[in-house]
């Protein structure tokens, strides 16, 4: 029996290498292909979901794209150019414009007010007050965007809390007209997209070291002077994705506009929605939203390209 073992056991070894427990239980060397294979892959595994929903959104792209060539109820086989030639009409037009102004001026206003909010989060030692200013921040993200707008009904109605507010003190002697109106509209907007201005540029400007703040005010300038000359150029990236974001959300808003402006303040997602809703015109609608697609990414990368610009001319002195 010992004899029989013995010959089993130099047979097993002959026929092949030992089993290293290094090489896990599957049995693969990290220097064997298949091992090399699997750590070029792990990036992609990782990326896949993301992947998977940008294919996702670019195959609905085409799809509104194509559907923008379509007739009203031959979507899918006709062909025409005429959903492109209606939107030359004065009223599409000025729902355009409409809609990129309202989209600008709340990116301005988003990031202006941005910058206070950002620098204190940025700043701040505290890890309490960190977390109640990125709790505050992120409020709006986390109520429902109708229930922000009928908040908004209650604030800006003629007997809401803000015409009562300056009833009371006097500074008006009848309710002021914000619903219906763009001034109401623009305060739904920024406020809505409030965080997405916040977040990247408060990223940013904790990424900044405060050694130049430390050292520009050695060197004698004020507050405003650093922020000025110091941390807003470096944080410029982050302020510009700040920026973009919130124009780019804007520009495509539709419950706020709808809630607070009606057919009042024709912005294009509610041109869009009237399209479909009660005319069922899916080519006619699919136009509009690819132009006004065509038209954020054209302001978004004209944007970039001023700002990259601009930083290019304030870095020749300096070389």
Known sequence: MTTMLA?????VTSSGPAWDPAAGASGLGPDTPAATALAKARPW???????????????AALVVLRMSFGT????????????????????FLKSLWLTLKLAFQSMICAVLLAIPVALAMARTKSRL???????????????????????WLIILGPAGLLNHALLGSGLVQRPLMWLYRENG??????????PLAVLPLSSAMRAVSSSYEEAAATLGATRWQTLRHVLLPLAMPGLVSG?????????????VPLLLGGRRVPMLA???????APLLNWPAASASGVVLMIATLTVMALSQRLVR???KLAEEPHA
């Open 7 to 11: 010959r089993f056991s130099r047979r």
């Open 45 to 59: 595994l990782l990326l896949a979901p993301i992947l998977l929903f940008l294919a996702i959104l670019g195959a």
């Open 72 to 91: 009203q109820g031959n979507e899918w086989h006709g062909f025409t150019l005429q959903n492109y030639a209606d939107l030359l009409d004065g009223y």
């Open 129 to 151: 007050a960190r977390r109640l200013l990125l709790a505050g921040v992120l409020l709006p993200l986390l109520v429902n965007l109708l229930l922000q707008g009928y908040g």
């Open 185 to 194: 509209v623009l305060l739904g907007l920024i406020q809505t997209a409030f």
């Open 243 to 255: 920026a973009l974001l919130v124009f780019a959300y804007n520009a495509s808003a539709f419950a």
């Open 270 to 276: 509610v041109l869009v929605h009237d399209q479909v």
């Open 309 to 311: 610009r601009t930083q």
